[in-house]
């Protein structure tokens, strides 16, 4: 990977990890219309660690109350104390379906799930789904019911947020999407799913990161020009990252995810129209055969 690829694919990754449209999608996307390799699962969650570094810097008051609170319960021997304390563990929860789905479905994550049909099929489901749900919260809002937000939360929506967070290892489906879209299923507003989905990418992203970098290292730290690639990546996806966070909790706080949901339908059909033509191939750099479309439900069902 050369600098330039390095630099223009953390800026993919600053503008895309908070938005509902699929970092990792667009790390695939991206190299292949252009012509460069897959940049692989590896490089897709160690990057994200320069936007977990925006997202501590953002929300450091945040993040140093709750851990410091936590540390308090355990000092106590008991947990939920307080309120902090309790959004700590509720963030705790929520990061365990990952964890687990992470580590069984390792081998398909490198590879299976990397194919270009997988995540075309992935943008539009997740589409469809945050459509249904904005329907409903329309109505809701009609209603006079504007959501909660993350002050108001509790065990079952830390729960469920947290796996629809699992299915995001799904490349296409999104991390913030999935999980906002979680939020707004029960019942929260856009920006306090928005804001939850901030803090429990935490762990979880930190988690996968700092895993990959150890599992791959032989690969990211191959030589000195990939190890300046790497740190100038994480620096300069940190710094985008840090700019769209306020951006788009200002936007959901008077608008609908709507925007999202069309822009991940109209990609989905460029995609799909450059995979059925030839111009693309699914695998490109995956170290794969080409799948066929029909191959793409065997994949998500394993």
Known sequence: ?????????????????????SSTAHLRIVPALVGWSDPGAAFSAVIQIGTLAAVLTYFWRDVLRIVTAMLADLGRGKLATTHDAQLGWMI????????????????????????????????????????????????????????RDVDELTWRDSIVVGL????????????????????????????????????????SVLLAGLYQLFDARAELLASQSQVVNLVVALAVSAAVGYATIPWLLGFLR?????????????????????LTSGRLSPN?????????????????AR
């Open 1 to 21: 990977m050369s600098l330039l690829e390095a630099i223009v694919l953390a800026v993919v990754q600053g503008l895309t990890e908070f938005l509902p449209i």
């Open 92 to 147: 705790a929860v929520g990061t365990i379906p990952i964890v687990v789905c992470g580590l069984l479905f390792k081998s398909e994550i490198k590879t299976t799930l990397r194919s270009l049909y997988v995540v075309s099929f992935a943008l539009v489901g997740l589409a469809v789904l945050l459509a249904i749900v904005e329907l409903a919260v329309r109505r809701r809002i009609a209603a006079g019911e504007y959501g």
């Open 164 to 203: 629809a967070q699992a299915a995001a290892l799904v490349p296409g489906t999104s991390r913030s999407g999935a999980t906002i879209f979680g939020g707004l299923c029960c019942g929260l507003s856009r920006e306090g799913a928005a804001r939850f989905s901030f803090l429990l990418s935490i762990p």
């Open 254 to 274: 008077t608008h609908s995810t709507f925007v999202f949901i069309v822009y991940r339908l109209a990609l989905a059909g460029v995609l799909l129209a450059l």
């Open 284 to 300: 490109d750099g995956v170290g794969q055969s080409a799948e066929p479309p029909a191959a793409v439900g065997a994949a998500l």
